[in-house]
């Protein structure tokens, strides 16, 4: 945000803040040892407010939790921004000295009074009002989200409407004042960090707008680079569908399962004239394509480096020898370019790091030796004497505007209702999330023999469960616009009525991705996997076993 | 970069075993003494946990103190004088050692077998060692209905091994009552509070809410209850199935210390190697992400490295 793309703060700074928000966020569970920086926060007196449609293991932490309607972040962010501003909350010096866009910002959320927002998110007025106040009047507060805001038709946006409350209030670049996301998978910060991003090089260089970095790449790797976004993975599939896309290399991903709207992805890999992956795992996507490249485990049979969520560096090695022909991801890109005509020489993750501190200047003062030493580093740290950085964005509260550097902009958020809409044929709402023990499509953590482990379900609220008269542990048939499949039941209290929920953990019992929708934020490209509209119905008597149909 | 750094803390000169040593304000004894090099035995006391103070191994001599006091929570004061090495310590020290010595069983624990060494225990002196407990019988046992055993036998806390789930399994013959596991479970990591002390006395134990196997409990694996354990009570399967099978041999096993591979936390990970298996996975417990401390995916969710 603001021209850098991580969370701003550290962990340890949730230690010794005075609100934890989370929102979107299920930490407890999706980021444990994460939660147990906030549990330390709350010995040490914070107050913790959780944003959730489920009451979650999270929100039973929480001293608030607003059970959100899927997919009204926004009215319930703005009706929050509104209820700061009208009360005098904000921090008008902040916003005078850091910010632009106020006045518009300000007479956008007008309209969301307390009242109006409680009729769109199901949050009571007085829930809303004191999150609202609580936030403004915190000398510290940080914010985190996560998937429950991104996996948005319009994730830009929720993540936009939150970072407004963080300037509204002046919470972000002090210590203990923050806006996080936390990510998802190990190194997505760290990917993102690396250029695998349609629209970066590598240390969050613009390809387009950032000439100066461009002609630093092209005089090290001695070629042109065109100044010229690429596609990222939603918009990959839109090109495959014009038929402008037709060969696709894929390295650790599992499309086939882990996309929206399984059924097309499928069709689209399957017609492809070249499909490759490059997978630790026969994945389903690996058993349509061509051409498999057995790759080692990054983080277990390999060495190199991932980011974390506070923008921690740190290294990953080698503790075992991958198996038969599986080989380091660098060795095989280098192989491959090599047949290509590109001899790169002999690549190692310590050369390609080194390549990339002479090219990324937020990443200059990492050597593999302070890595070590120091036990990981968080960027910016542009120098060798150079300790790394806490927290981000410490200088819009400079006194001097020559070193406060450019403003950071409010944005106007209009809500939008989620995409696939609620009627009396598809009548209730499925949010999709993971579990403690598991991790996305499964590849890895269905291995392990997790004693907590649930399978494949379709979860549901007593009260739902009571009016279509289902038990736990009975198949039912789970319909949505794109597909349907059957799934056991499992009855959670922490959902309220009308919403449904399931996990993509176990695609092998239940593809839950049949069932949610395709569509995407255009500036993101996150499908909207938290809002699909689907019905339950009861199997006759006898009914088959779970899977998909 | 503006860092908020803590108030600088004032040096207090404290004197131990004769010796004028200055440490930070708010340091324990413990830390004063490891800072000078005085060699000082724990049990309960670990450095991501907060103390307890229930093992009383490390006791010192403070002047003017009527009772013996634990230095791993004991904070200095100016001008205390501590002693570590008088014969009051040393017996108070012996007794520990030799009453679990001779009621616990202390072979994965060899820390312990230095210490009793060196402060001349003989637990032996106790009497031969009573027969196990039968399965489950220790858990039954109610307050003050304590039978004694025998004269000249030494009561043991020796029961079969609990196994009741496919990743840890809890050996509370080797239990010492640190409460380590306890904290690491609740206020001092976790939060999760499904294990805590049950019964009163010899009779005392680890349990989880009326003894329910750990499928039944509120556990949810995260492992923190093995990472902090000093006696080997509590031990991953894979390391028990090991040692059963005579295979488990830590001269031929590797540590490598790398990243979790699974959500954007970034917990550093100890993979404990042994013949191209990861037989083992700990935390260290300096690092500011995990304090040592880790979940279920991270501790146990290495299996699909093989083949």
């Not at chain 1, 549990?39 to 040490?44: F, T």
């Not at chain 1, 632009?100 to 300000?106: I, K, Q, V």
């Not at chain 2, 229930?54 to 205390?80: F, I, K, Q």
Request: proline share 6%; hydrophobic share 40%; glycine share 8%.
């Amino acid at each position: 945000m603001f021209g850098a793309g991580g969370g701003t703060s550290s962990y340890e700074e949730v230690e010794h803040t005075d609100l934890i928000v989370l929102w979107g966020s299920n930490a407890r569970e999706t980021h444990p040892i994460f939660f147990h920086h906030v549990l330390r926060g709350i010995r040490n007196g914070a107050r913790l407010i959780v944003v959730d449609p489920r009451r979650t293991s999270s929100a039973a932490w929480a001293d608030l939790w607003l059970g959100i309607d899927v997919g009204s972040d926004i009215a319930l962010a703005n009706a929050v921004g509104r209820e700061i501003i009208v009360n005098g909350l904000h921090n008008e010096t902040f916003i005078e000295r850091a910010t632009t866009g106020f006045e518009a910002y300000r007479d956008s959320v007008m309209e969301w009074t307390l009242e109006r927002a409680e009729r769109v998110t199901g949050v009571p007025a007085a829930a809303i009002r004191e999150l609202a106040h609580a936030y403004a009047r915190a000398d510290r507060a940080i914010l985190c989200w996560t998937l429950g805001i991104t996996e948005h038709h319009n994730a830009v946006d929720n993540v936009l409407a939150l970072i407004n409350l963080g300037l509204l209030c002046g919470h972000v670049g002090r210590y203990g004042s923050g806006l996080n996301p936390l990510r998802g998978q190990n190194n997505v910060q760290g990917g993102g960090d690396m250029g695998a991003i349609p629209n970066k090089l590598p240390g969050f260089q613009d390809i387009e707008r950032d000439a100066e970095a461009r002609a630093r790449f092209e005089a090290a790797w001695g070629v042109p680079i065109r100044p010229r976004y690429g596609w990222n993975i939603t918009q990959m599939f839109e090109a495959m569908e014009r038929g402008e896309l037709t060969a696709l290399y894929v390295i650790g991903e599992n499309p086939a399962v882990s996309e929206a709207d399984a059924g097309r992805i499928k069709r689209l890999l399957a017609s492809r004239e070249t499909l490759i992956v490059q997978d630790i795992f026969m994945t389903k996507t690996a058993e349509m394509a061509h051409v498999v490249l057995p790759a080692a485990v990054a983080a277990v049979e390999s060495e190199g480096t991932v980011t974390n969520s506070e923008r921690r560096v740190q290294r990953v090695r080698k503790a075992l020898d991958p198996p038969g022909n599986a080989r380091d991801d660098i060795w095989i890109i280098a192989q491959l370019a090599k047949r290509l005509g590109f001899d790169w020489g002999e690549v190692t993750p310590r050369s390609a790091w080194d390549e990339l501190r002479s090219l990324s200047p937020m990443h200059r003062g990492m050597t593999y030796e302070r890595l070590e030493e120091l036990g990981g580093i968080q960027w910016p740290c542009p120098s060798e004497d150079h300790p790394g950085t806490k927290f981000l964005h410490a200088r819009l509260w400079e006194e001097d505007p020559a070193r406060r550097g450019p403003a950071a902009p409010f944005s106007v958020t209009p809500f939008e209702p989620p995409v696939d809409e609620l009627t009396e044929e598809f009548p209730l709402r499925l949010t999709t999330g993971r579990r403690l023990d598991s991790y996305n499509t499964g590849v890895q953590t269905s291995r392990y023999r997790s004693p907590l482990r649930l399978g494949g379900a379709i979860e549901v609220s007593p009260e739902d469960a009571e009016r279509l008269g289902l038990r736990e542990g009975e198949v039912v048939r789970v319909s949505s616009r794109r597909g349907s499949v059957r799934a056991p039941v499992h009855i959670d209290r922490g959902l309220r009525p009308g919403l449904v929920f399931m996990t993509l953990h176990h695609p092998e019992e239940v593809e839950t991705n049949l069932l949610t929708i395709e569509a995407t934020d255009p500036k993101s490209g996150t499908a909207e996997f938290k809002a699909a509209a689907v019905r339950i119905e009861k199997l006759p008597a006898g009914g088959a076993a779970a899977g998909g149909s | 970069m503006k860092v908020p750094v803590a108030p600088p803390r004032r040096l207090v000169e404290v004197e131990i075993d004769g010796r004028s040593v200055r440490v930070p304000e708010g340091s324990t004894i413990l830390q004063a003494c490891r800072a000078e090099g005085i060699e000082t035995p724990t049990i309960c006391y670990a450095e991501n946990l907060t103390p307890v103070n229930v093992c009383r191994v490390c006791v010192v001599e403070v002047e003017g103190a009527r009772a013996l006091v634990p230095a791993c929570s004991r904070t200095v004061e100016p001008g205390m004088k501590v002693r570590t090495d008088t014969e009051r310590v040393r017996r108070s020290r012996r007794l520990v050692l030799e009453f679990l010595a001779s009621s616990v069983d202390l072979s994965l624990a060899p820390d312990l077998h230095r210490w009793q060494e060196v402060y001349e225990a003989h637990p032996e002196r106790f009497g031969a060692l009573m027969e196990p407990a039968a399965e489950g019988e220790r858990d039954g046992r109610e307050p003050g209905r304590h039978v004694p055993v025998e004269p000249g036998t030494a009561e043991t806390v020796a029961q079969p091994v609990k196994i009741d789930n496919d990743l840890y399994v809890r050996d509370y013959a080797r239990c010492v009552l640190c409460y380590r596991c306890v904290e690491a479970c609740g206020d001092d990591a976790q939060g999760t509070y499904a294990i805590a002390v049950a019964g009163r006395g010899f009779d005392a134990r680890i349990s989880t809410e009326f003894a329910v196997p750990l499928p039944e409990s509120a556990c949810v694996y995260c492992g923190n209850c093995i990472g902090v354990c000093p006696t080997g009570a509590l031990m991953f399967k894979t390391e028990h199935d090991l040692r059963r099978e005579g295979r488990w041999d830590e001269a031929r096993q590797t540590v490598t210390t790398t990243v979790c591979p699974y959500c954007g936390v970034g917990c550093n990970l100890e993979l404990h190697v042994q013949d191209g298996e990861i037989v083992k996975v700990t935390s260290p417990a300096d690092h500011d992400v995990t304090s040592g401390h880790l979940c279920i995916k991270g501790r146990f969710g290495f299996t699909f490295t093989r083949a």
